[in-house]
């Protein structure tokens, strides 16, 4: 099973206003998946009330989402916490292969490899691979961790570019 709460095909898919995607469980993408085909998932919140992707867990990768291939992921004003991967990566976020442009994110306290060390968990807060994309601006990535490698941020074969943001405690 894919897609804790949202699985996502060639589609797309907004998702704004005072949104909350919590507590959901997959094998891949606690909170959601967004697979290739050209899909484009845009979240939007505000500067005073948050979408928050929160307390989801994925049992592989992907804690908060996974995306993959040919898709578009467009964060604003976004609170990505609590996540986590149980055996693998990215615990708030897996990209293999995707873009992902965001604005005023917060990635904070998730976790890789919550299960324990196998070898495998890389990329707290994010892992991109594949010729993933990622474009943060104003944002932060704090207090992520995981078992092995990239508290904050894993990244091979991918494009990151980070403009005002801040990436500590990790």
Same mark, same amino acid.
């Given at each position: 099973?894919?897609?804790?709460?949202?699985?996502?095909?060639?589609?797309?898919?907004?998702?704004?206003?005072?949104?909350?995607?919590?507590?959901?469980?997959?094998?891949?993408?606690?909170?959601?998946?967004?697979?290739?085909?050209?899909?484009?998932?845009?979240?939007?919140?505000?500067?005073?009330?948050?979408?928050?992707?929160?307390?989801?867990?994925?049992?592989?990768?992907?804690?908060?989402?996974?995306?993959? #291939?040919?898709?578009?992921?467009? *964060?604003?004003?976004? @609170? =990505?916490? /609590? !996540?986590?991967? +149980?055996?693998?990566? %990215? &615990?708030?976020?897996?990209?293999?292969?995707?873009?992902?442009?965001?604005?005023?994110?917060?990635?904070?306290?998730?976790?890789?490899?919550?299960?324990?060390?196998?070898?495998?968990?890389?990329?707290?807060?994010?892992?991109?691979? #594949?010729?993933?994309?990622?474009? *943060?601006?104003?944002? @932060? =990535?704090? /207090? !992520?961790?995981? +078992?092995?490698?990239? %508290? &904050?941020?894993?990244?091979?074969?991918?494009?990151?570019?980070?403009?005002?943001?801040?990436?500590?405690?990790?």
């Amino acid at each position: 099973i894919v897609g804790g709460a949202l699985g996502v095909v060639n589609a797309i898919v907004n998702i704004s206003g005072a949104s909350l995607i919590s507590g959901n469980r997959a094998e891949d993408g606690g909170g959601f998946y967004s697979d290739s085909g050209g899909s484009v998932v845009t979240i939007t919140g505000t500067g005073a009330t948050k979408v928050q992707i929160i307390n989801n867990v994925a049992r592989v990768r992907g804690g908060g989402f996974r995306t993959t #291939g040919n898709t578009t992921v467009n *964060l604003e004003h976004v @609170e =990505i916490t /609590g !996540n986590s991967a +149980e055996i693998q990566r %990215g &615990g708030a976020i897996y990209a293999d292969g995707a873009r992902l442009i965001g604005a005023n994110v917060r990635i904070n306290n998730n976790h890789a490899g919550s299960l324990g060390r196998t070898g495998d968990e890389e990329g707290g807060a994010l892992w991109l691979d #594949g010729f993933a994309h990622l474009d *943060l601006t104003d944002s @932060e =990535i704090i /207090g !992520n961790r995981s +078992e092995v490698h990239g %508290g &904050g941020i894993y990244a091979t074969s991918a494009t990151v570019t980070l403009t005002r943001t801040a990436v500590s405690d990790n």
